[in-house]
């Protein structure tokens, strides 16, 4: 697995997301929550660290180190593991496991994506839940997702594979970088079949952390799946 988020993107990860909301999220989280959560991707504890402050009890798996060590620098009181969240394990069970922002997607084939949701159930304990934050499949081979000043987004998506490529054209110190990072994309079916293999089944799927109704038209979807 490549760490697509080593070195200047994890220093810079904070404040390219500083925009993103956070306290929806968290708020639709911590009900969840009682018993302990776990999150998949943490990252640099964008999402983690507020729900901690709110006393919950959590823990993180990433595989990138310079993601992890963002995170380090705003508390020690979250254990990530470091390692692939599809295969790696963590002592204990959480009432919580959940995966925000497309992280699923960062697993591109169909055997890392079912591996990850029986990853997660196997974290669960009975009546536990999986929360999948992640957006629909795009319907254009290409199609620009930001365009501002410093920041140029597009995917490429191909159909038949089901890849996604998002190219992102960053202006760092007058220069402008570029880095294409792949993604396996999936419809909310396929995850629905998915949490099926892992012995979960759905209870809830909305437009966004404000429980807006999902609908054919929702750019994104977050699901959540319990463990019987
Ligand atoms: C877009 S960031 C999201 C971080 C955090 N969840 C947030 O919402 O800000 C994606 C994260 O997924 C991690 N990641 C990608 N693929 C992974 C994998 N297979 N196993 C573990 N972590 C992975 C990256 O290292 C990165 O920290």
């Known amino acids: 697995m490549k760490d697509w988020f080593a070195g200047d993107a994890a220093a810079r990860y904070d404040a390219d997301t500083a925009d993103m909301p956070v306290e929806p999220v968290v708020d639709f989280l911590q ?3 009682g018993g302990g959560a776990l999150e998949l991707a943490v990252g640099t504890g964008r999402i983690a660290v507020p729900l901690a402050e709110r006393g919950v009890r959590a823990e993180g ?3 990138s180190p310079d993601m992890v060590a963002e995170l380090r620098k705003k508390t020690d009181a979250i254990p990530v593991a ?5 295969t790696t394990r963590v002592d204990g069970r959480f009432s919580l496991v959940y995966i925000v922002f ?28 999986f929360v999948v934050e992640v957006g629909t499949k795009n319907r254009q081979p290409l199609q620009v997702f930001d365009l501002s000043d410093t920041h140029v987004g597009i995917d490429e998506y191909d ?3 089901q890849r996604l490529v998002s190219h992102h054209f960053t202006l760092i110190d007058g220069a402008w970088r570029r880095r294409s990072i ?4 999936a419809s909310p079916a396929e995850f629905d079949l998915m949490a099926q293999l892992a012995g979960l089944r ?5 437009a966004n952390w404000d429980r807006a109704p999902f609908t054919a038209e929702s750019t994104k979807h977050v699901s959540v799946w319990e463990k019987p």
């Open 31 to 33: 009900p969840l929550a």
């Open 61 to 63: 798996i990433d595989l």
């Open 82 to 86: 470091i390692g692939d969240y599809a």
């Open 102 to 129: 497309n992280s699923i997607s960062n697993q591109t084939t169909q055997e890392g994506q079912v591996a990850t949701f029986a990853n997660a159930a196997a974290h669960l304990e009975p009546g536990g839940c």
């Open 159 to 161: 159909a038949d594979t």
């Open 182 to 185: 792949p993604f396996r994309s």
């Open 202 to 206: 759905l209870r809830e799927r909305w």
